[in-house]
Every structure is written in structure tokens, then in C-alpha cells.
């Protein structure tokens, strides 16, 4: 593995994420540097499942790449938006990744506490009801505080704090996430910036429209022009033909001849 | 220091790169040879190549598809050295899965969407079908000779392999089936299609050969029912 200097663990994310767009959409590329750097910036800070569970994530999106290539011929840039789904999951274990909740091994402990207690709940209330079925009063009497009041009690306080280190964590979330401020005026800015390419695109298809009406309009009028021309030449024709029938006609009367009739 | 689980991440993104520098290689007619490529990876890189022949258009699939076979051919000839080196079988069950898995994606790459032809039999038949009785050993008819009866739901013998119930076929990638694909008279193989292919037409010639019996000066086409000895 190659050495890479510490480099901030959000953009090593952004680089492999990156890494995979380009692989996707345009071809094969080198994805193992971006990995290794990866590895470099989160090693120490992240467990190392989490970091192998990230580049599986990465490895699975591009198997599944070729296996929807194949299947379905389309192009690879079709094919790539067919992974919006598994850039999205990856883009959420990357985020959870990079943010790790501070008090993630105290959460751990007291899902474990609990789960403990709930047992322990289980196991006294079965020994209660053998005991009741085996007619050993004071084995119920000596079970049944552990089964009505200690046991309940350490589990009600072990929710209690499982629940407050939870509503934490999602606290944690929400912070880690960009204020909404500036997302919005991303989103604004985003809107800008297409709502003038719609007005140029728009305006552009008017001009398109324009165009083709007045093509249109020209060869209406062409074609009305040549139709204009093609009659009156047969006028005219069949005017000399008609002038030449009246002179010959005339010519033969007054040279005292018969008519010739047609 | 990187653990096991890093480690293995991390190779399966080199893993990518290295099938598609294979693909490269296929692709410009070279020998897919490269020193990253190991018997222990060789059968998941060689899928990755499947699946990218398998998106491939130019249709000269068939013929890079039959490169990759001729190296897990290769693969599966160095396991089963190790298993008659005294390798234990159980270690290599895994990579013996694998190339199996391989075998079948890049021979149904291969294929495509088309039947294989035996121009010789007048016959054609899916690759899966021939996958079946000639993707495994080369000389099914020496080691199972009633499997046609199997396939005509005649009475047969068991084959000598373990194998899913109600499946005879399906060589289960078991440490018994190793050690019996590692002995004579088992010839295990990973073939191209059109090997495969030549294997059956010249078993299925043989075959027709043998129920044809001089009775009386008389040829007879024995039912297939009927089991010829010698």
C-alpha cells in the first residue's frame, strides 16, 4: 500500500465517490488510489470494518454496473443512472462514517444493558411460574420482588438511558448535517441557474418554430408561384394554338377557300 | 497495521482493476496473463470478466470468453494437485466452488442467447444443458455410463459423485468429490464450449455405435433401456 499524507476524510469520500462516477459513466478508471486514500484518512479514527464495509459498498456498485450493463445493452451512461439507488446507500454509510457519534461505545453498552435486563425479566418469571407449579411458596415469595420491583425497576432506568444516548446521537446527525440555510440557498442558486437555461432553451425553440414557419410559408408561396406559372403558360399556349386556327381561317375566307372543319 | 477484513476489501477493489486490465488484454488478442492474477483470486477476477464481456457489443465475446476458460482450465488442474499432494480437500472446497461458478458465468457469456450446434448429430442444445454432462469431467460416459438413462427417466445408477437430492447431475463442491475428481478415471475438466461440445458429439457417436447389435446378420437399435456390456 502506498503512503498518502493525512488528508481530509471528507474529501478522500468525495475523490472515491467521484472515482466511481467516472468509472460508470465514462469507463474504467483507477479506483485503487482513491481507495487507499481513503483508508489513509479514516485508519485510526474509524474501525477498520467500517472502512472495509465502505470499500465493499464500492466494489459491490461497479459489480453491479457490468451485471446491469450486460443485461440490459444499454450504454454506460444509461446504465449508470440505473445506480441512483446504490450511490445514494453509499453516499448515506460514507456520511455515517465520517460522523461517528462521540458516545458510540456508551449507546453499544446500554442496548447491551438492556437487552441483558430483558432477559433476566424472562428467565425470574419463568422460575416464578415452575415455582408456582411446583407448589414452593416461598421460592415465589423470595422470586417475587426480584420479578415485580428490582428487575422492572433497572430495566425502566436502563430504557430510560438507552433512549436519551439515542435521541443524542440523531441530535449528533442533525448537527453534522449542513445548515439548512445554505442548502436552501444551494438549491436557490440551482434554480437560478436552470429556470434561465429553460428561458434560453424556450426561446430558443420559438426561434426554431419561427424559422421553420417561415420555410414552410416560402415553399407555400413557391409552390403557388410555380402552379401560377405552369397555368399561364398553358393559357398562353393554348392561345397561339387558337390565335393560329383563327388567321389560317381567315387567310382561306379571303382567299375564297372552304373553312376547314375540324 | 491493516486487518484481514481491510485487507480483503482492499483487494476486492483491486480486483476491479485487474479485471478490467484483463479485459484490455482480451480484447487486443494478448494471452490474459498477469502476475496479480493468483489461484486464489483467479475465479472472482474471471467473473468480473464475464460480466464485462458480457455487456460487450463488439461479439467477439465467444473467443476472449474461451481464453478465460483455458486459465481456470489451468486453475483447477494446480487444485487438484494440491489435493493429491495431501492438500486437505475441506481447505480447497471454496476455491473449487469458485471456479465453478466462474466456468458457468463466462460459459454462458460465451454462448450468448444462442443454443450450441452439433452439426455432426443435428442437434442443438442449450449451454446449460451441456454444462450438465460435459462441463465437469470430459468422460462422463466412462465414469456414469447410465446417465442417459437418467436423462430419458429410465432406471440408472447413482453417479459416483455426492450430489442434491433429486439432482444427479450437480457435483456438489464437497471434500469427498474432490478427492474422487483428483483420481483415475476421472478426467475433470473446465472447457471451452466448442470442447465441450466435440466431447459429447464423440461420446454420443460412441454411444450409437454400441446399441447397434448384429442379431442375424441384422443391425437392431437396441432400447436405450437396454444396457449393452463391452
Same mark, same amino acid.
Given at each position: ?5 493525512? &488528508? =481530509? ?8 465517490? &467521484? ?5 460508470? &459513466? ?40 457490468? +451485471? ?71 421460592? +415465589? ?45 444551494? +438549491? ?6 436552470? =429556470? ?29 408561384? /410555380? ?20 388567321? /389560317? ?14 | ?7 480483503? *476489501? ?8 485487474? *479485471? ?68 486437505? *480437500? ?15 458465468? #463466462?460459459?454462458?457469456? *460465451? ?47 447413482? !453417479? ?12 456438489? !463442491?464437497?471434500?469427498?468429490?474432490? #478427492? ?10 473446465? !472447457? ?28 437392431? #437399435? ?9
Amino acid at each position: 500500500m502506498t503512503d498518502h499524507p493525512a &488528508e =481530509d476524510a471528507q474529501a478522500a469520500a468525495d475523490r472515491l465517490v &467521484e472515482a466511481l462516477h467516472s468509472y460508470v &459513466e465514462d469507463g474504467p478508471t483507477d479506483l485503487q488510489e482513491p481507495a487507499d486514500a481513503l483508508i489513509a484518512a479514516l485508519t485510526g479514527s474509524v474501525p477498520d470494518a467500517t472502512i472495509a464495509a465502505l470499500l465493499t459498498r464500492a466494489a459491490a456498485l461497479v459489480d453491479q454496473f457490468w +451485471v446491469q450493463a450486460g443485461r440490459m445493452q444499454f450504454g454506460h451512461q444509461a446504465t449508470a443512472q440505473l445506480l441512483g439507488p446504490a450511490f445514494k446507500s453509499l453516499d448515506a454509510e460514507l456520511f455515517v462514517a465520517l460522523h461517528p457519534f462521540d458516545q458510540e461505545a456508551e449507546l453499544a453498552a446500554a442496548e447491551e444493558r438492556v437487552t441483558s435486563l430483558e432477559r433476566q425479566l424472562t428467565q425470574v418469571n419463568r422460575d416464578v411460574e415452575d415455582a408456582l407449579n411446583a407448589g414452593d411458596i416461598d421460592r +415465589v415469595m423470595a422470586l417475587r420482588e426480584s420479578a415485580r420491583v428490582t428487575i422492572p425497576g433497572q430495566l425502566g432506568e436502563a430504557r430510560s438511558a438507552l433512549l436519551a444516548l439515542t435521541v443524542e446521537a440523531a441530535q449528533f446527525r442533525l448537527s453534522s448535517i449542513a445548515p439548512r440555510a445554505e442548502q436552501l440557498a444551494a +438549491v436557490d442558486r440551482a434554480t437560478k441557474i436552470r =429556470d434561465a437555461a429553460a428561458e434560453r432553451l424556450r426561446s430558443a425553440n420559438d426561434d426554431l418554430f419561427q424559422a421553420q414557419l417561415a420555410v414552410e410559408n416560402s415553399d407555400r408561396l413557391r409552390a403557388e408561384a /410555380q402552379q401560377q406559372v405552369h397555368d399561364l403558360k398553358a393559357l398562353l399556349d393554348e392561345h397561339a394554338a387558337g390565335h393560329a386556327r383563327d388567321q /389560317q381561317a381567315r387567310l382561306r375566307q379571303f382567299a375564297g377557300l372552304t373553312p376547314i372543319t375540324a | 497495521m491493516t486487518t484481514d477484513v481491510l485487507t480483503a *476489501a482492499r483487494e476486492r477493489i483491486a480486483g476491479i482493476g485487474l *479485471a478490467d486490465d484483463l479485459l484490455d488484454l482480451l480484447r487486443h488478442g494478448e494471452q490474459p496473463s498477469d502476475p496479480r492474477l493468483t489461484d486464489e483470486n483467479a475465479p472472482d477476477v474471471w467473473q468480473a470478466v464475464a460480466r464485462r464481456l458480457a455487456a460487450d457489443k463488439s461479439g467477439a465475446h465467444r473467443r476472449q470468453a474461451d481464453r478465460a476458460l483455458s486459465d481456470l482450465n489451468w486453475r483447477l488442474a494446480t487444485l487438484l494437485d494440491d489435493v493429491r499432494h495431501g492438500v486437505p *480437500a475441506a481447505d480447497l472446497t471454496h476455491r473449487y466452488r469458485r471456479i465453478r461458478e466462474a466456468q458457468r458465468e #463466462l460459459t454462458m457469456t *460465451a454462448a450468448g442467447t444462442t443454443d450450441v450446434e452439433f452439426p455432426d448429430l443435428n442437434l442443438m442444445i442449450p449451454a446449460t444443458r451441456l454444462l450438465m454432462f460435459a462441463g465437469v469431467v470430459s468422460n462422463i460416459d466412462e465414469v456414469w455410463p447410465t446417465w442417459r438413462d437418467c436423462m430419458r427417466k429410465h432406471g440408472y445408477d447413482a !453417479p459416483p459423485w455426492e450430489h442434491p437430492d433429486g439432482d444427479p447431475f450437480t457435483v456438489l !463442491p464437497t471434500p469427498k468429490n474432490l #478427492l474422487w475428481l483428483a483420481q483415475d478415471p476421472a478426467k475433470p475438466w473446465v !472447457p471451452t464450449l466448442a470442447q465441450a461440445a466435440r466431447a459429447v458429439s464423440k461420446q454420443t457417436r460412441a454411444e450409437e455405435e454400441r446399441r447397434w447389435v448384429d442379431s442375424a446378420g441384422h443391425k437392431v #437399435l437396441l432400447h436405450p433401456s437396454v444396457h449393452q456390456e463391452g
